[in-house]
Structure formats: C-alpha cells, structure tokens
C-alpha cells in the first residue's frame, strides 16, 4: 500500500469524502465549500500545466495559454518528473473514461 507524506487521518477522511461523490454537480458543491474560487482555479490550472508539459509544450506557450508562472510550471514538472506519479495516473484513468 503506497503511504503518503500527507497521510493523517484528517485527510484521509477528506480522500473518502471526495471517493464518495458521484456526479461533477456534487464535486462541484463540495469543492465550492472547501476552496475558494482561487484555490480551486489554481489546483486546475496545475493539471492543464501538467497535460501540456506531458505533450511537450515549451514553458513559454504554456504561460501564455494559461498564464501560470515559470515558478509554477517548473513544480509541475518536478511533481511530472520526481513526484508520486499521481498526474499520470489521473490522466491514464481519465483516458479511459473517454
């Protein structure tokens, strides 16, 4: 079983409450709760930055499509390159679902 560095038990009980929504209008009313506008934007715009610099986008055209920051860009691509591979798992099931 993979242990996390972020693993407690509060949030593990936020993972289950997350694993129990079903439809996007739920994610949607729970994440609205939870988050600000902003943080929920932000989280988001690491996933595009992430899909983009997985097709190989240049750091340039990923800030001009989304207007992250090389700062930004470059901890995305640490996470793509060292992390715990949860962005090509996330993508690997979102293909899937297509």
């Known amino acids: 079983m993979y242990k996390s560095k972020l693993q407690n038990p509060e949030t ?22 939870i988050c600000t506008i902003s943080e929920l934007r932000s989280i988001a715009q690491r996933l595009d930055v992430a899909r983009m610099l997985r097709e190989g986008m240049t750091y340039t055209s990923i800030a001009e ?20 591979n949860g962005y090509r798992l996330v993508f690997e099931k979102m293909e899937t679902q297509k």
Do not use: P, W
């Open 12 to 33: 593990d009980q936020l993972l289950k409450a997350v694993l129990s929504l079903e439809t996007m209008e739920e994610c949607y009313r729970f994440f609205e709760d």
């Open 65 to 84: 499509k989304t207007g992250a920051s090389t700062a930004t860009i470059s901890r995305v691509n640490r996470s793509l390159q060292f992390g715990s």
